[in-house]
């Protein structure tokens, strides 16, 4: 079992930044990929920003140049910094880790862009 706590949200007017972290505890090993969803609502969850294991990464085409992924593996822990900040950007952000196939998501983080 894999254990993540992501946090980091908050209000930002457009323009702004923020930076979600996500730590992942219990069985670690073995994780192959680390990444950030968004959940608006009426939307369906997609994929912001993931990084595999080999340090790869990649990301959705409307956060490209304003999000970057990056890894402390010390700390166990995954960054989102985002820049540039749009109201199309208001979601709830969930952590989600793959070890052996099988996807582990945190509680979600709130990100609201006021214009």
């Known amino acids: 079992q894999v254990q993540l706590v992501d946090s980091g949200g908050g209000l930002v007017q457009a323009g702004g930044s923020l930076r979600l972290s996500c730590t992942a505890s219990?069985?670690?090993?073995?994780?192959?990929?680390n990444g950030w969803y968004r959940q608006a609502p009426g939307n369906q969850r997609e994929l912001v920003a993931q990084?595999?294991?080999?340090?790869?990464?990649n990301y959705a085409d409307s956060v490209k140049g304003r999000f970057t992924i990056s890894r402390d593996n010390a700390k166990n822990t995954v960054y989102l910094q985002m820049n540039s900040l749009k109201p199309e950007d208001t979601a709830v952000y969930y952590c989600?880790?793959?070890?052996?196939?099988?996807?582990?998501w945190g509680q979600g983080t709130q990100v609201t862009v006021s214009s």
């Open positions: 989600n880790v793959v070890r052996y196939s099988r996807e582990y």
């Open positions: 990084i595999i294991s080999g340090g790869s990464t």
């Open positions: 219990g069985s670690i090993f073995g994780i192959s990929a």
